[in-house]
Every structure is written in C-alpha cells, then in structure tokens.
C-alpha cells in the first residue's frame, strides 16, 4: 500500500500526494533510499574557477531533517555551496564527492531558494509559483498557490507581475515558489535579506512550521537569523569551516529571548573576529 506524504501543508482537496510511481517498493523489486525522506547533504573536496582555488579543500556535512545555517563574509564561496548541490554551479570546477549522504540522487529532491529572486517578469506572482508544476506537466494547483501566497501576506496581490511589486514582496513571491515546491532538501540563499524586521520574523516562522524536519541548507548573514533558526550553525571563513553552538532551546527561538540574543552576541563577534583576520590569498595550490 503506498505511505500517503501529506507534505507540510497538510492534504490538498482533491490532490493525492502519494509516493511518485518511480520510488521502489518491495512489491516492485529491490529497496531503494526513500526519496522522500530527507537526507543529509555532504560537500567534501574543493572548486576552483579556472585556475584559482575558490574554496578547499572542506568537508561540509548537513545533518538529515534538520536546519543548518551557514555564515560567513562576503565572497567566501556560501552560495556556491548550495549552487554546487543545486547542479547549477556554471563556470565552477568541483573536485571531490557531493551529493545525498542517501546515495541517491539529488535531483528532484531540492528547491533552491537563489539570492537574486529569480522571478520571471513576464509572469504574475500566482503563474510564477506555478512554474514549476507547469515545467514538470503537472496540472497546476491555483487555489494552493493563493493559498501561499496567503500565507506570505500577498492576498490580493496574485495577479500582480514582479515589477508591480516591492523588493520585500518579490522576496516572498519567491518564497513562496520555494515552499510550495514541497522538497525534503530546500536551500536557502539569504531568504529574508529584504523583509522589515516583523515580516521576517513572521516569514521565519512560517518556513519554519512548513519546513520542519526537511534538510535544510541556509545561507544567511544575520546572526540573530542564524541563532532564531540554526539546530546547526556553520561559519565558514577563508580559513575553512567552524562549527558553532546553537542555543539549547528548540528552534525556532524568540529573536528577543535572552539565550537568543546572547547566542547573536556570540555569533557576532565570531564574524567580527574573522573580518580581522587576514584572508590566506587564493591560489592555483589551495587554501589550507
Ligand atoms: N561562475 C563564476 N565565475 C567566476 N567567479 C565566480 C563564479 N561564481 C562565484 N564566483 C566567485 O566566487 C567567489 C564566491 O562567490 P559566492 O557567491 O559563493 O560568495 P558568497 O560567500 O555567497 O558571497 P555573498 O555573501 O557576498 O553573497 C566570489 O569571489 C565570486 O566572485
């Protein structure tokens, strides 16, 4: 009997989530990786844009099912991560193992939430949500994309094409686009970057209810985000990789709760300290 995936927005009307036919099941042969359960995500080797190393070698692991926030300054080579596990790091040369810790493939199992919005201008606010179940032959779900749209606070603004709109609400367009994917992996590039701060702790709940017990991947340069959300935080410098502890209390926190802000001082002064430090150049050998 195939395990009915109800998603994280609960069951749609008239929408059966049962498992896609490709999965295998005892009754069709041999077990595979449930491709709907998510895996940890591994990044271990080192990319270089021609000859110049941009980062490595490092080994980057994110735990199945949880929430990882990366951290680091500007040019390090964070987005390049998520481009690389995404399939779309043009112009990057990767050496070295990526992928699902599952084994599986990773395509058809992520949503990558990019820096710039990537909205198609010719395209209203519910269509670009739509994109993707249009891309893949799906009969689009309108109702569930308002219903998105909704829950990012654009009721009423379905029809409206992205030059209609503000940065912030182009922001959460795209957003929505992401959660409405319904991945088990989802990567997420500064996803609240352009939000006032009451949408984006609004915004950040709301990714979190609906994305709880995905793999998450997310690129943010906000120490408060970072202590809100992580169950994992990672900085990552020139110099490689660190992990820093997270608050003890379940994510999300309150952003102004004491062991919250405390956990944003800390953060805040990991990246002050690595803004001090002299970047090791690039070179055709390596960092090390
Ligand atoms: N396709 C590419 N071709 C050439 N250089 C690239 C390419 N992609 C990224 N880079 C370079 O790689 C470096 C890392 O870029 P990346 O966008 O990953 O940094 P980042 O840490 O996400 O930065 P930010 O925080 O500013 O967004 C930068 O110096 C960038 O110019």
Redesign the pocket.
Known sequence: MPRAWPGPYGQRAGVDRTDPPCILRPENGPVGPDRRAPPGLRLRGRAR?GAQT?FGPLDLAVAPGRWTCLL??????????LHLLAGI????SFAGDLGAADGAPLAGRVALMA?ADMLLPWLTARDNLLIGARLRGETPDTRAAEAMLERVGLSGMAARKPRALSGGQRQRVALARTLIEDRPVVLLD?PFSALDIATRVRMQDLAAALLRGRTILH?T?DPAEAARLGDHILL?THRGLTELAPPRAPAPRPPDAPETLEATGALTRHLLACECQPAAAPSAEGLT
């Not at 680091?72 to 991560?81: I, L």
């Not at 790091?89 to 990057?92: P, S, T, Y």
Request: charged share 15%; glycine share 20%.
């Open positions: 844009v941009l680091g300054p500007s040019g390090v080579g964070k987005s390049t991560f790091a043009d112009g990057i820096q500064e690129v340069h990552l």
